[in-house]
């Protein structure tokens, strides 16, 4: 997780940077067209193409790992092995069968698919 948040943010920040540099391109070009404010232009495209793909991987992460967590959390719901914390019993459900297991699953997905994290 931490090399997809690292990635994201070097390409935010090489975004960013590009930005800047359009900017400055364009100031000391007195806002004329030239090579350097094509190329900053050029630049600028290229990082925020490479900011868009970071952003889709991280969004890919995150699906993922809520489709994860939804998948374990419905498991242990549906077979009965959620531990007791202190002082309480477990939740007592009895197992279901694998027909309902597999419904359960796929209206879990259909919800968390409803919900975008961007």
Do not use: H
């Not at 630049?43 to 793909?53: G, M, S």
């Not at 027909?99 to 975008?116: D, P, T, W």
């Amino acid at each position: 997780m931490d090399s997809i948040v690292d990635a994201l943010n070097s390409a935010y920040q090489d975004f960013v940077a590009a930005a800047a540099a359009v900017f400055e391109s364009k100031e000391s070009s007195t806002g004329q067209k030239t090579a350097a404010t094509d190329a900053a232009l050029d630049n600028f495209k290229q990082r925020w193409e490479l900011f868009r793909v970071a952003c889709d991987q991280a969004e890919e992460f995150v699906e993922s790992v809520k489709q994860r967590i939804g998948s374990e959390c419905l498991v242990d719901e549906a077979t009965g092995t959620v531990s007791a914390k202190p002082g309480q019993s477990a939740s007592g459900l009895q197992p279901i069968s694998a027909v309902r297991l597999e419904q359960m699953s796929k209206a879990v997905r259909c919800s968390i698919g409803n919900y975008k994290v961007w």
